[in-house]
């Protein structure tokens, strides 16, 4: 038995909670984060963050 209070009666998991208990959607934000991460390596945001030897 959980210690939260149950808000509502026990119902089917709404949409979003679907998605996001698929697998592909795990593997959709470890390639979009890859993905962000690339972007952000290539951009010239991070020529500003490189120390000046």
Do not use: C, D, H, W
């Not at 998991?13 to 993905?35: G, H």
Request: aromatic share 12%.
């Amino acid at each position: 038995s959980s210690t939260y209070p149950k808000m509502a009666p026990k119902q089917e998991p709404s949409r979003f909670e679907q998605i996001k208990n698929a697998p592909a959607f795990t593997a959709a934000v470890q390639v979009a984060l890859f993905a962000a991460g690339v972007a952000f390596i290539q951009s010239p945001l991070m020529e500003f963050l490189v120390p000046q030897l």
